[in-house]
């Protein structure tokens, strides 16, 4: 895991920050940085981490959570309450009974402090359900982060692969052109049919679509890792966007049992974390629920102030002023069925967070091997590929004595030519799909964000 892990252990504060520092410099001087910087896989996961939407809008969720974590641990902490009035009344609206007169300007003011003692096992549930809440908005970001990170590994390669398909669709190109050439100058020398002629334009013209195809790729696979990393690409760049990427396929070799790997899963996979959390949530659910059978009891403590409304001399600024405690119980007896309600909802939820756990590891379980044997297959054919270009060129040139000695013909020399255009597409692509079937492998593990720690 060390090897295949060697990119993501770049995933550093230095580098985040010096990805910063070379965005901002790039925005003060007009330039998109991209444009002139060779860039790495680390570094292109290094700016995904930093500029990538999906991710910003992940930390923004994450940033409402820390919201949410607050107000569900607020049901359990005293609450402080201030409250003040000033009243005027007509004085013939107040009715004076003898020797005794109210003020028509009345005011209080008090201060009070409640603290809940007991509500049926809701204040400490709801301590639970933060720290439950928490961990469960960390996982859901970490998800996000690390499905990001598989999208531009795989972009990144992508732009690989169609680079390399160009060079082998030009060579190709290349060497159909010289056998037309070749071709050409015999007929013209009169030692071979003009039938040999046509046959190689023919050549040729089939094999410029798969060229144009490849170029085409080429630009969509480089816009699309653009988009992943986040960059706005000027108006003026029209269609070939200048990334310059410096890293190869990622061929390395990974050794792990399909049992240690379905292992690691289950206890990395962060959408597993988010649901053992949510199961958690909901349990604490019916607890919150099932407390409307149970009494509540407060605690509350205060100083209240207001104006003396019969003690001689009444004015406002006679007042009356003074502590006051005490403890306060409410029960509802019944309530119309309502915690029946809540506590019979509470608990089918609950019993559907374990099914989603249960169902989401077994689909993580057959994720995990359908990617591993996505992947010895890669590797097989990877394997495969290892002497086939070798011989593909070793063939074409006995194709070509052979012709040049008139033992062979020309319909051998364009079909050794075109099985050596397919070794080495098919060899461009092994090691494409190899690459990114381990990508989707680590993945599936969740090896991406155990190694960026």
């Known amino acids: 895991m060390v090897g295949c892990c060697r990119c993501m252990k770049k995933l550093t504060l230095l580098s985040l920050l010096a990805v910063l520092a070379f965005t901002v410099s790039a925005e003060e001087t007009n330039a998109p940085a991209w444009l002139s910087r060779p860039l790495s896989q680390a570094d292109c996961i290094n700016i995904a981490l930093v500029q990538n939407a999906l991710i910003l809008k992940a930390q923004s969720d994450l940033k409402a959570s820390q919201g949410v974590v607050i107000q569900t641990r607020a049901v359990a902490l005293p609450q402080l309450?201030?409250?003040?009035?000033?009243?005027?009344t007509d004085p013939n609206a107040i009715e004076n009974f003898a020797a005794t007169s109210q003020p028509n300007k009345n005011w209080n003011s008090g201060i009070q402090l409640v603290q809940g003692i007991y509500e049926g096992g809701k204040l400490m549930a709801a301590v639970q359900a933060a720290s439950a809440t928490k961990k469960q908005a960390i996982a859901q970001y970490q998800t996000q982060v690390a499905d990001t990170l598989l999208a531009v590994r795989l972009a990144y390669y992508d732009v690989l692969l169609a680079a390399q398909q160009i060079t082998v669709n030009e060579a190709s190109v290349k060497l159909l052109q010289k056998e037309l050439d070749d071709q050409q100058r015999r007929y013209d020398a009169?030692?071979?049919?003009?039938f040999n002629v046509l046959r190689a334009e023919v050549a040729v013209a089939n094999a410029k679509p798969n060229l144009f195809h490849a170029n085409s790729q080429y630009r969509i696979s480089k816009n699309v890792l653009a988009n992943l990393l986040g960059y706005n690409l000027p108006r003026d760049v029209m269609e070939n966007i200048p990334l310059n990427l410096t890293d190869n396929f990622d061929v390395a070799?990974?050794?792990?049992?399909?049992?240690?790997?379905?292992?690691?899963?289950?206890e990395r996979r962060t959408e597993l974390k988010d649901l053992?959390?949510?199961?958690?949530?909901?349990?604490?659910?019916?607890?919150?629920?099932?407390?409307?059978?149970?009494?509540?009891?407060?605690?509350?403590?205060?100083?209240?102030?207001?104006?003396?409304?019969f003690s001689p001399p009444i004015d406002m600024d006679h007042d009356i002023h003074g502590w006051n405690a005490g403890v306060e119980m409410n029960w509802a007896i019944f309530d119309g069925a309502l915690t029946i309600g809540k506590v019979k909802q509470a608990k089918a939820l609950y019993k559907k967070s374990q099914t989603e756990l249960e169902d989401r590891s077994r689909q993580i379980e057959l994720g995990v091997r359908?990617?591993?044997?996505?992947?010895?297959?890669?590797?097989?054919?990877?394997?495969?590929?290892?002497?086939?270009?070798?011989?593909?060129?070793?063939?074409?040139?006995?194709?070509n004595a052979r012709f040049d000695a008139g033992t062979g013909t020309q319909l051998d020399v364009l079909d050794a030519e075109t099985s050596l255009t397919q070794a080495r597409t098919t060899q461009v692509q092994a090691l494409h799909d190899y690459a990114a079937a381990r990508a989707r492998l680590e993945r599936s593990i969740g090896a991406e964000l155990?190694?960026?720690k």
């Open 190 to 194: 009169g030692t071979v049919p003009h």
């Open 370 to 399: 359908t990617a591993y044997s996505d992947f010895l297959e890669a590797k097989e054919v990877l394997d495969s590929q290892t002497k086939v270009q070798e011989q593909a060129e070793e063939a074409l040139r006995e194709a």
């Open 450 to 452: 155990a190694s960026a």
């Open 81 to 88: 309450n201030a409250a003040g009035q000033y009243k005027y």
């Open 253 to 266: 070799d990974w050794n792990m049992t399909l049992p240690d790997a379905i292992q690691q899963a289950l």
């Open 276 to 309: 053992r959390q949510q199961v958690v949530l909901q349990k604490l659910n019916v607890v919150s629920a099932k407390s409307g059978y149970q009494p509540t009891i407060q605690a509350f403590a205060g100083y209240d102030w207001f104006n003396a409304k």
